[in-house]
């Protein structure tokens, strides 16, 4: 059985920074496309940002681009996602999900498994 486990939200100021955890069981990361995306109240879920299955590339949505890294620790079964500078506006439910290689990786119909959300919030 495979499980996504996202840890690391809560509630912070604007400007400061927090790291994402998604822990996987039942599926070896470094075999998948990974990736994050997040859904604010009331919009509709968007692509953050994902990293290859070979781990040589990543990939970020324009309005977090260096702000935001994604990485993976092959050793720990676990991606992050290191959110520096967080603004209001990346106030969302974050989701860690994980697609076959070679997806298209901003299309969440290509992911198979999806966590269950942690919550990020950023006050201003």
């Known amino acids: 059985q495979v499980q996504l486990v996202e840890s690391g939200g809560g509630l912070v100021q604007a400007g400061d920074s927090l790291r994402l955890s998604c822990a996987a069981s039942g599926l070896i990361v470094s075999s998948f496309d990974m990736a994050w995306f997040r859904q604010a109240p009331e919009k509709e879920r968007e692509f953050v940002a994902a990293i290859r299955w070979r781990g040589i590339s990543t990939y970020f949505a324009d309005s977090v681009k260096g702000r935001f890294t994604i990485s993976r620790d092959n050793t720990k079964n676990t991606v992050y996602l290191q959110m520096n500078s967080l603004k209001p506006e990346d106030t969302a439910v974050y989701y860690c999900?994980?697609?076959?290689?070679?997806?298209?990786?901003?299309?969440?119909?290509?992911?198979?498994?999806w966590g269950q959300g942690t919550q990020v919030t950023v006050s201003s």
């Open positions: 999900a994980a697609s076959p290689p070679w997806s298209d990786l901003q299309n969440q119909r290509h992911y198979s498994y």
